[in-house]
C-alpha cells in the first residue's frame, strides 16, 4: 500500500474547443455573428480564419453555453485552468514516485498536483471531492479519474502508446509483468512500509516508540521479501522480467526505496540485487531517479507533526501497519 493508502488517507475549468461552423442551435448564423461582432464592414473585410474572425469566434463561443460556472475551488484552496493529464502525488508516497518517473521519462505532459501528506492536505474536505478515499496518487484526464497506482500506470502505457518493453504485447511477457505487480502489493509493498514507518515515521513524525522486538520483526520480514525478489523474480536477468526495464522493475525500486530512506542497508550483501538497482538507474536516468526520491532520502528529517493531525492519523496509521 502506499503512504497515501496508509494515512487513509485527489473541477478545474474545462477548455471548449470552437464551435461548429454552422453555429449551435438558435444562434446567429457565423456571418451574422462576425457582422455583430466585429462590425458589418470590418466583416466584409476580414475573412474567416483571420484574427478579427477568430475573435469573433470566441464571443460566439462564450455567448452559445452561456456564462460560465465558476471554478471550484482546488483542494488547496487555490483555482487552476486546466491542464489535460493532473497527475496528484507526493514522492513521499513510493508509488507516487513510481507513476512520476514513467511520465517524466516518457515525456508524457502533465501537471502535477502536489499533495502534502504530512501536513494532511489528503484529509480535507476539498480533496475527497477529487478522491473520495483521501489518498494518493490519483491520475485526473479531463472528467476520468483513477484511484490505485498500477491502474494510472497502465492506462498512462496504454494511452499514451510508450515503448513496448514498459508493458509488452507478448502475452507471455505481460503476464511477467502482471505477476510481480500482483506479488508486490501484499509482500514487497507491506514490508517496505512498515520498515519506513516502524523505523522514522512513527518515531520522528508521529513521536510514538517502537520496540526494538517490533522493529526486529519488520526487518526480518523485510529480508524475507528482498529473498523472493532476487531468488524468484530477478535470478540472474537484468530486469525482474527479461533483458529490458519493465514497469515491474520501477514499482520494484521505488519501493526498496522506502526502506533505503529510514537508514536500511538493503542492497548490502546483494550483489545482484546492487547491480540491479544501478541498472534500473541508468535506465529511468539518474538525474531523474534522484530528483524522484530526494523527499523520501530525506525522511529522517521530517518534522514532528501537529498535535491535532497527529490525532487524525495515528488510529489509522496503527491499524494500517500492524
Request: proline share 8%; with cysteine.
Amino acid at each position: 500500500m502506499s503512504l497515501g493508502e496508509v494515512l487513509l488517507c485527489k473541477t478545474n475549468l474545462g477548455v471548449t474547443g470552437p464551435p461548429p461552423r454552422g453555429g449551435p442551435s438558435g444562434a446567429p448564423a457565423p456571418q451574422a455573428l462576425r457582422a455583430q461582432a466585429i462590425g458589418p464592414e470590418r466583416a466584409a473585410r476580414a475573412p474567416m480564419g483571420s484574427s478579427a474572425w477568430g475573435r469573433a469566434e470566441r464571443r460566439w463561443s462564450v455567448a452559445a453555453r452561456g456564462p460560465l460556472s465558476p471554478v471550484s475551488p482546488a483542494w488547496r484552496g487555490r483555482s487552476a485552468p486546466a491542464m489535460g493529464l493532473e497527475l496528484y502525488l507526493d514522492l513521499l508516497s513510493q508509488p507516487c514516485r513510481a507513476i512520476y518517473i514513467f511520465a517524466k521519462k516518457n515525456r508524457i505532459p502533465f501537471e502535477l498536483r502536489t499533495v502534502d501528506l504530512r501536513k494532511g492536505q489528503h484529509l480535507s474536505d476539498a480533496f475527497a471531492q477529487v478522491n473520495p478515499l483521501q489518498k494518493v496518487p490519483v491520475l485526473k484526464d479531463g472528467d476520468f479519474i483513477l484511484t490505485e497506482s498500477v491502474a494510472i500506470l497502465l492506462y498512462l502505457a496504454r494511452k499514451y502508446k510508450v515503448p513496448d518493453h514498459w508493458y509488452p504485447q507478448d502475452l507471455q511477457a505481460c503476464a511477467r509483468v502482471d505477476e510481480y505487480l500482483a506479488w508486490q502489493h501484499t509482500a514487497l509493498r507491506r514490508n517496505c512500509l512498515r520498515a519506513l514507518w516502524h523505523k522514522v515515521m512513527l518515531p520522528v513524525f508521529l513521536g510514538e516508540p517502537v520496540s526494538p522486538e517490533m522493529l526486529a520483526t519488520t526487518l526480518a520480514e523485510l529480508d524475507m521479501a528482498l529473498q523472493v525478489l532476487e531468488g524468484k523474480f530477478l535470478q540472474d536477468k537484468a530486469f525482474l522480467t527479461g533483458s529490458h526495464i519493465s514497469l515491474a522493475d520501477l514499482v520494484a525500486i521505488t519501493e526498496l526505496m522506502h526502506p533505503v530512506g529510514a537508514g536500511c542497508q538493503v542492497f548490502k550483501g546483494r550483489p545482484k540485487l546492487a547491480a540491479w538497482r544501478q541498472r534500473v538507474e541508468a535506465a529511468v536516468g539518474e538525474v531523474l531517479f534522484q530528483e524522484a526520491h530526494e523527499v523520501i532520502l530525506k525522511a529522517k528529517d521530517s518534522q514532528p507533526a501537529d498535535p491535532t493531525l497527529k490525532q487524525k492519523m495515528l488510529p489509522k496509521v496503527l491499524a494500517m501497519i500492524q
